[in-house]
Nanobody, 123 residues
Framework: QVQLVESGGGLVQAGDSLRLSCAAS????????MGWFRQAPGKEREFVAA????????GYADSVKGRFTISRDNAKSTVYLQMNSLKPEDTAVYLC????????????????WGQGTQVTVSS
């Protein structure tokens, strides 16, 4: 059984930083593309960032480019999202997801999902 568990969310002020983690178990993490998505109340789930199995390829939403960095440690079966210069509009539940193929930005292309971690940015 695949399990993805996010952690690291919290309440911060605008301009602060947070690092989210997603620990994976139950499948071959090192061959999966890993992605981060977010969902704010009343809004659709949106793509944030993704990283290829090797870590060599990454992709970001325009809204976070230059502020967020995705990375992974295959030895620890963990993917990270470093979030800097946070803005109130970054407030959302952040979810990690896995897929056994290449980078993708559509949530429907991901097979496995975590439960999410709340990030709240106050102004």
């Amino acid at each position: 059984q695949v399990q993805l568990v996010e952690s690291g969310g919290g309440l911060v002020q605008a301009g602060d930083s947070l690092r989210l983690s997603c620990a994976a178990s139950g499948r071959t993490f090192s061959t999966d593309t890993m992605g981060w998505f977010r969902q704010a109340p009343g809004k659709e789930r949106e793509f944030v960032a993704a990283v290829s199995w090797s870590g060599g390829n990454t992709g970001y939403a325009d809204s976070v480019k230059g502020r967020f960095t995705i990375s992974r440690d295959n030895a620890k079966s963990t993917v990270y999202l470093q979030m800097n210069s946070l803005k109130p509009e970054d407030t959302a539940v952040y979810l990690c997801a896995a897929r056994p193929f290449g980078l993708a930005t559509q949530s429907s292309f991901y097979n496995y999902w975590g439960q999410g971690t709340q990030v709240t940015v106050s102004s």
